[in-house]
């Protein structure tokens, strides 16, 4: 058997191809990106690119040491005679956050609001949505505590899976509190979980000593049986003052906008960076235990990086999770199209003059054309094939006089037009509505 892509890895690719689901089509990817570019463009943010892999200490440092991501999901990468390695980055933020430091991004208008998409890497279990290799768009804004931006940020969630036309996904909203609330909550859980310590898995025994709160995200049924059991008061509850107050704010800020969200007192989130709001986004079509998106403020995350204090909030999508929800409500993406031309030759002379006109044609429109010389039926078979509206074909009568013959597929006119008017010709025809009936792309090996 030819050699297969590792478990937990997926191919995004082209229309047409055999067995294409939504989350392995690469138009599919490219429209979800293309809307998340839309909607956040116009709210103001600006699109980087970080590497795909980091110093392992950001990793530790901005995520947390007793993080299941840190502990067990990370891949390390070594070159020839390097011994430290590096580690492919899980996630955006703490990346964004370095790039922020590293390149004096501070000087910016503030807040300073960014945006990315790329792939992310976490040695998981691999299952439906979760996969080893998978993508996410990533928004991040930086220099603000301002509740408002908090609320702005969800609603742009909320914004952008609208624009993908998903109607089934609800924001469950919570808070983690301030560093100081959360070592109250985390004393509450030790003494807790301290007095049942025989019944937690090893994972959470050592999450006793270390991180209690990560208990709470454990994915063993034991654990989860027991937090079922003991009744585990939610981190809600030991909000201090200013994080209750600012809690309140961003709920009041999305009432008064009309983003539906419903608060969920044990929302506790996977990563160690996050203070203050916390929220995730679920649909039906995913599963209960699997996010569509999730976020939330990290004001400590540049100072745990050895910078200056930047507050931060911001949030990632899953693409692969995105399209599964879309797939599950029915809903499907554009295709690329075919060519506006594609340009045949009718003889072996005459198929550099059909690549020329093609190459010329593409100052104004898509065209193709055919690598060798074709009968007319077969010029009009392969034009359909790509999705073309019109086909131009060449033999000795065109040469001769320097024009081009070119039929309308979707409305069989046929019309001689002279060579230099071919750009005029295509941009009156682009102008026009397509085919009504829509194409239907061939598989190419069907
Ligand atoms: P996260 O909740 O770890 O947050 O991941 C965000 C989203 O990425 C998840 O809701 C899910 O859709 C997708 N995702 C995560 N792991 C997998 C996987 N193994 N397979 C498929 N999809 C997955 C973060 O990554 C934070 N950096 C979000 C953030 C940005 N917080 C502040 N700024």
Same mark, same amino acid.
């Given at each position: 058997?030819?050699?297969?892509?590792?478990?937990?890895?997926?191919?995004?690719?082209?229309?047409?191809?055999?067995?294409?689901?939504?989350?392995?089509?690469?138009?599919?990817?490219?429209?979800?990106?293309?809307?998340?570019?839309?909607?956040?463009?116009?709210?103001?943010?600006?699109?980087?690119?970080?590497?795909?892999?980091?110093?392992?200490?950001?990793?530790?440092?901005?995520?947390?040491?007793?993080?299941?991501?840190?502990?067990?999901?990370?891949?390390?990468?070594?070159?020839?005679?390097?011994?430290?390695?590096?580690?492919?980055?899980?996630?955006?933020?703490?990346?964004?956050?370095?790039?922020?430091?590293?390149?004096?991004?501070?000087?910016?208008?503030?807040?300073?609001?960014?945006?990315?998409?790329?792939?992310?890497?976490?040695?998981?279990?691999?299952?439906?949505?979760?996969?080893?290799?998978?993508?996410?768009?990533?928004?991040?804004?930086?220099?603000?505590?301002?509740?408002?931006?908090?609320?702005?940020?969800?609603?742009?969630?909320?914004?952008?899976?609208?624009?993908?036309?998903?109607?089934?996904?609800?924001?469950?909203?919570?808070?983690?509190?301030?560093?100081?609330?959360?070592?109250?909550?985390?004393?509450?859980?030790?003494?807790?979980?301290?007095?049942?310590?025989?019944?937690?898995?090893?994972?959470?025994?050592?999450?006793?000593?270390?991180?209690?709160?990560?208990?709470?995200?454990?994915?063993?049924?034991?654990?989860?049986?027991?937090?079922?059991?003991?009744?585990?008061?939610?981190?809600?509850?030991?909000?201090?003052?200013?994080?209750?107050?600012?809690?309140?704010?961003?709920?009041?800020?999305?009432?008064?906008?009309?983003?539906?969200?419903?608060?969920?007192?044990?929302?506790?989130?996977?990563?160690?960076?996050?203070?203050?709001?916390?929220?995730?986004?679920?649909?039906?079509?995913?599963?209960?235990?699997?996010?569509?998106?999730?976020? !939330?403020?990290?004001?400590?995350? *540049? =100072?745990?990086? /050895?910078?200056? @204090? %930047?507050?931060? $909030? +911001?949030?990632?999508?899953?693409?692969?999770?995105?399209?599964?929800?879309?797939?599950?409500?029915?809903?499907?993406?554009?295709?690329?199209?075919?060519?506006?031309?594609?340009?045949?030759?009718?003889?072996?002379?005459?198929?550099?003059?059909?690549?020329?006109?093609?190459?010329?044609?593409?100052?104004?429109?898509?065209?193709?054309?055919?690598?060798?010389?074709?009968?007319? !039926?077969?010029?009009?078979?392969? *034009? =359909?094939?790509? /999705?073309?509206? @019109? %086909?131009?074909? $060449? +033999?000795?009568?065109?040469?001769?006089?320097?024009?081009?013959?070119?039929?309308?597929?979707?409305?069989?006119?046929?019309?001689?037009?002279?060579?230099?008017?071919?750009?005029?010709?295509?941009?009156?025809?682009?102008?026009?509505?397509?085919?009504?009936?829509?194409?239907?792309?061939?598989?190419?090996?069907?």
């Amino acid at each position: 058997m030819a050699i297969q892509r590792p478990k937990g890895t997926q191919d995004h690719l082209p229309d047409g191809s055999p067995k294409l689901s939504l989350d392995t089509r690469a138009a599919a990817f490219q429209h979800v990106q293309d809307t998340a570019r839309r909607v956040l463009e116009r709210a103001g943010a600006q699109f980087l690119n970080t590497p795909v892999f980091e110093d392992p200490e950001l990793v530790k440092r901005g995520v947390g040491g007793s993080t299941d991501i840190v502990r067990k999901e990370m891949f390390t990468v070594y070159y020839f005679g390097d011994h430290g390695g590096f580690i492919l980055r899980p996630e955006g933020t703490a990346g964004i956050v370095r790039a922020y430091l590293q390149n004096g991004l501070k000087q910016l208008p503030s807040p300073l609001k960014l945006w990315t998409h790329g792939p992310m890497f976490r040695a998981e279990n691999v299952q439906k949505g979760r996969l080893r290799q998978f993508h996410q768009v990533d928004y991040e804004v930086l220099g603000s505590t301002d509740p408002l931006v908090d609320a702005e940020a969800i609603s742009l969630m909320v914004d952008v899976v609208a624009a993908l036309g998903l109607s089934g996904v609800r924001v469950k909203l919570g808070s983690i509190g301030d560093p100081a609330d959360r070592d109250a909550y985390n004393a509450y859980l030790r003494e807790l979980f301290g007095a049942h310590v025989e019944r937690l898995s090893d994972d959470s025994k050592e999450r006793l000593e270390r991180n209690p709160m990560r208990i709470l995200d454990s994915k063993s049924a034991g654990d989860q049986a027991l937090i079922a059991e003991l009744g585990v008061r939610p981190m809600l509850d030991f909000l201090g003052d200013e994080a209750r107050g600012h809690f309140e704010a961003v709920q009041a800020y999305l009432t008064a906008w009309g983003v539906a969200h419903d608060i969920d007192p044990s929302i506790v989130r996977g990563l160690d960076y996050y203070r203050r709001t916390a929220w995730e986004l679920h649909h039906e079509g995913v599963g209960a235990k699997s996010a569509l998106g999730g976020g !939330g403020r990290y004001d400590g995350l *540049a =100072e745990q990086l /050895g910078g200056p @204090l %930047v507050p931060g $909030i +911001g949030w990632a999508f899953g693409i692969e999770r995105l399209l599964i929800a879309m797939d599950a409500e029915g809903l499907d993406v554009p295709g690329q199209g075919g060519p506006l031309l594609y340009v045949a030759a009718l003889d072996d002379d005459y198929v550099g003059h059909a690549a020329t006109v093609a190459m010329k044609a593409r100052q104004v429109a898509r065209a193709e054309f055919a690598y060798r010389a074709v009968k007319p !039926g077969t010029a009009f078979r392969d *034009a =359909e094939r790509r /999705g073309a509206r @019109l %086909v131009a074909l $060449i +033999g000795s009568d065109e040469m001769a006089r320097d024009v081009l013959s070119i039929k309308n597929l979707s409305t069989g006119v046929q019309s001689v037009v002279p060579a230099g008017d071919l750009h005029t010709f295509l941009a009156e025809a682009a102008s026009q509505p397509p085919s009504p009936e829509p194409h239907t792309p061939v598989q190419e090996n069907a």
